[in-house]
């Protein structure tokens, strides 16, 4: 079984090398002038690619977003043809549906946009997203991740509009890259699944850009806890249910 | 020199295709399960790539949007290392600003999101855009191609929001891939322009979804006509402006 990790932030990313003992790759098989990141390894019979966004060649920040996300996801099915493509990073969470900061949403169901907006019969349930997500439930019972919907838009922040669109689904996990790594992986016939962190909460009394960096390094602790135990767990599974 | 050329939908490219003689490549080399179909031909020294972002496997329906328009454009620099990248396609137009339907932009200074944000300084910037577009505005006035400010954004309404950041740059063409091509392009050093058909006034009397439809193959005939002009020109400049 062939697993793709696809990762934004770089100190996201951090402690799952480590800990999943990966492998930098200096000169990844994709060969193009991109800042996308590639490690290797693998667990047993699992064999493992992450790759990371990178960095803006200009300001030196980790791209973030829907655009290098289906970027990263791109070049890594086309390099790997993964069985199970897995989006791994942080999210807003909600109060409202049992969240609270560091706890870590395995996703269920489906995987939606909520701010594309297409006011055309057909085009709006594209605008929409709603890929399908793995049924993992098991492992996710097993190690106690809950179960959440994910949620995709390239804002940090909540718009009347966005907030609409993440109700009606019942987001449990607003964040911004899942939906992006998806369509792609659908694209390729793999299945797909995401690993999300909450780092600030959605209903909750502080704006998102303050909570998030006061709980990244904690957050991203936990997610990275929770993608290694999932690891160890698929390489026990030896194959994905049909 | 070599153009690549980058649009969404079917119909808006089919005249193009016609008028350029370009000839639809049946295995292009991207050589993976992706929708993005290619054609190609040559004017004189100029050798142009076409690419399309194909259809959802699902509902047959044309891929829209910047999801889209990033695979299309990675797939396309990827394989072609065009020297420019022109995304082609229809907008919104303002009469505010001069706009009607049917007129053709020829895009002028940066190229923008309007549905990003993210308010975290350097973040903040990454996630407008504001990308590069190559100065040909002597192309444009020989051809009688206004030049305009395009703006992309995810969605054909008009929240809020978006209308801030719309506003903001003074846009003139509202579309929905230029700036995610334009990231693309510049990741490969080539340089980037935009020709956006107006079908819909953003500040008219009618939702976008009806002028849309109603205009389409009006606007289109206008693009089609502008981008062989332009290509035509291209071809007899010989080379890119530093």
């Not at 990244?216 to 290694?228: G, P």
Request: net charge negative; hydrophobic share 45%; with cysteine.
């Amino acid at each position: 079984m062939r697993l793709l990790i696809v990762m934004a932030m770089h100190a996201e990313a951090e402690p799952v090398i480590e800990r999943l003992d990966l492998e930098a790759v200096a000169n990844p098989p994709w060969a193009a002038p991109v800042p996308m990141r590639l490690w290797q390894g693998s667990l047993g019979s699992l064999e493992i690619d992450l790759v990371v966004n990178g960095v803006d060649p200009d300001s030196g920040l980790d791209l973030i977003g829907t655009q290098p996300a289906t970027a990263s996801a791109m070049l890594g099915c086309k390099a790997f043809k993964p069985d199970l493509v897995l989006s791994a990073g942080t999210c807003g969470g909600y109060h409202a549906r049992g969240g609270s900061i560091g706890k870590v949403y395995l996703a269920h169901d489906r995987v939606w946009f909520h701010d594309r907006r297409v006011a055309i019969p057909g085009f709006d349930q594209l605008a929409r997203g709603g890929y399908p997500v793995a049924d993992l439930a098991h492992i996710g019972s097993k190690l106690g991740l809950e179960p959440g919907i994910v949620s995709t838009g390239d804002s940090l922040d909540l718009s009347p509009e966005d907030n609409k669109r993440l109700e009606a689904v019942g987001a449990h996990a607003k964040e911004m890259e899942a939906a992006g790594v998806a369509w792609i992986a659908g694209l390729f016939g793999a299945r797909f699944t995401a690993l999300k962190a909450v780092t600030d909460m959605v209903d909750g009394q502080h704006p998102p850009e303050e909570e998030f960096f006061a709980n990244l390094k904690h957050a991203t602790a936990k997610l990275a806890d929770a993608l290694v135990r999932f690891v160890h767990e698929l390489e026990r599974m030896g194959d994905l249910p049909a």
